[in-house]
């Protein structure tokens, strides 16, 4: 019995040193791993890019551009953002904004894609080119991402051009938050076409949409100026085209 005792304990002894020694070398080797890791300088795919994006920031703008259209779509997307804090102002560069407002809309588009038409749109917003009002304006048709919406719909406002309207109304109209319906809003006011009266006038009186956003219409309203002196300035303009 005593040598029972005796051999059951020895067994449970040498486990309990077995399975110590296996989780030190579990530690061991995880830590040296890591410690390989740290000193080859291995880092995160997404550190990576910015860095790379932050190397080319202070290089021609045609370096942007390439890596845009050759990068992945997050190199892509913090290369807008880095041609917004350059401000892009040059051709090449709205007519690259202008090709990305829309990327990847129809497909099945990942999140990065959606990043990257955000980052375009913001790069857009910067330029304020009336080139980049079409592509903009037919993004707003097919997006569902409401931060995109949004960047879009602020773009267009301050850009400032009438021919966005129609695009403007058709969000207006859908009133998929009352977030973008406030952007639409305000936007249509900075932009103060007449085509855009009735809209507001009838969101001005909505008691569905928030205080802020009603007021925002009316803010709207304000800035659009009457038939009449539009007419006014229409003739105007023209009899000076005339006589020169």
């Known amino acids: 019995m ?30 040296t791993t890591q410690d390989s890791n740290n000193a080859t300088g291995t880092k995160p795919r997404e550190e990576l890019d910015q860095n790379f994006v932050d190397a080319l920031i202070n290089q021609d703008e045609t370096l942007l551009i390439n890596a845009i259209e050759t990068g992945s779509p997050s190199v892509k997307a913090l290369c807008f953002e880095a041609l917004s804090k350059k401000g892009a102002t040059s051709d090449l560069a709205i007519r690259t904004i202008n090709r990305y407002v829309g990327y990847g809309l129809g497909t099945s588009g990942a999140n990065s894609d959606s990043d990257v038409r955000y980052q375009a749109l913001q790069a857009a917003k910067v330029a304020k080119s009336e080139t980049s009002v079409d592509y903009i304006s037919q993004m707003l048709f097919a997006e569902q991402e409401t931060f995109n919406i949004i960047a879009a719909v ?84 023209t009899t000076e085209t005339t006589q020169q």
């Open 2 to 31: 005593f040598k029972k005792i005796l051999i059951s304990t020895l067994v449970l002894v040498f486990s309990v040193t077995t399975m110590f020694a296996q989780e030190t070398t579990t530690d061991t080797t995880t830590t």
């Open 154 to 237: 602020q773009a267009l406002g301050d850009i400032g051009s009438e021919k966005a309207v129609p695009a403007l109304l058709f969000q207006l109209r859908l009133g998929r938050t009352q977030g973008i319906v406030y952007e639409v809003a305000v936007a249509l006011g900075k932009i103060g076409s007449p085509m855009a009266l009735g809209d507001l006038i009838d969101l001005s009186q909505d008691d569905q949409y928030f205080l802020a956003i009603r007021q925002a219409a009316v803010d709207a309203i304000k800035n659009i100026k009457p038939a009449a002196e539009n007419n006014n300035n229409n003739t105007q303009q």
